[in-house]
């Protein structure tokens, strides 16, 4: 299970520097709008120090993170379900997504052409939003036909009719689907984008990630969604600077983290995933599982045949482990508990598992 997001935002807010600059990526970003035609796709570890520190203590050959996968698309502009700009159909791109990501241009570079004229976030949040809603009803009105024909042999679909008819009149008055209160595992299969959460980002110039007040000004705008701010030129430079450097570089805007950092956090939070590592002389890794987990699921993230043959799991908190400073001694402490198939998972759980095949 590897989280993924999608990037949309108005053309020229800086979605492909962003993306550039998540995934070390060099794909066209430009000083013009709609640069992007075709998506690009990258896929990156999420930095987790504590898979280094596995790493040494278990002398793994390699370390592999969780992954995070980014889509950066074309950018929407308003009236593109009518055709406006380059169209929609390019949103289907990003339908099979776990999260949408705004990207949302603060920063006020005149030299940057703004398609509407003037840098406003609240005003283009609107705009994506609306359009997302507006190509979100263009997938109801050409799946309900479809779903009404096969009702007449499959009775249990006038549930699912009944949610989407649901969806359809919150969407008409601008809710979106992840807003609108209706059982969303029954809309799965239409891929709605307004029914993934929704993650915003403000590419912010230099100044503006440290003016509290506007931060708390867009932090409103979004909630209870979260908001990211970044320099997304910024970030694209740190990637050219030595991990020392590039920390200094990050200190001096006020930020604590990378961008990359920022988002795989939100992410996780905003999707409910958390993850569980596993270490050995082979590799010290990170695996991506929902909140609540049991500890067979967790292992069927590994392979489907642990989950089917799971005995138990041998596990032992990160802390503890290095606390302990190796596995025998974090033993002969009592840290490393046997749990059965009914453990729910933690964060930072260190885990082998038992199981017959
Ligand atoms: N924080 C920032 N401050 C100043 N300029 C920026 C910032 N972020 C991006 N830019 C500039 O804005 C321009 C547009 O960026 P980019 O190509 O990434 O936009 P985009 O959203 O991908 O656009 P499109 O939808 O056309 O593909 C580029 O010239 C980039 O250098
Ligand atoms: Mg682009």
Redesign the pocket.
Known sequence: MALSIGIV????????????ALTANDV?????????LEPNVGVVGVPDPRLDVLGRMFESAKVVPATVQFV?I??LVRGASEGEGLGNQFLAHIRETDAICQ?T?A?R?PN?VHVDGEVSPASDIGTITTELILADLQTIEKALPRLEKEARLKKDLAETIEVVRRTQAALEKGVTAFAAGVDLAVLRELNLLTAKPFIYIF???EGELTDEATRAELTELVAPAQAIFL????ESELLELPPDEAAELLASTGQEESGLKMLAKVGFDTLGLQTFLTAGPKESRAWTIRKGSTAPEAAGVIHTDFQRGFIKAEIVSYEELVDAGSMNEARARGKVRLEGKDYVMADGDVVEFKFNV
Do not use: W
Request: glycine share 8%; aromatic share 12%.
């Open positions: 935002g108005l053309p020229n807010a800086g979605k492909s520097t962003l993306f550039n066209l970003a430009a000083n013009y709008p709609f640069a992007t950066d074309a950018g990207v241009r920063f570079d940057v590419n912010c110039d320099d997304a030129k910024i």
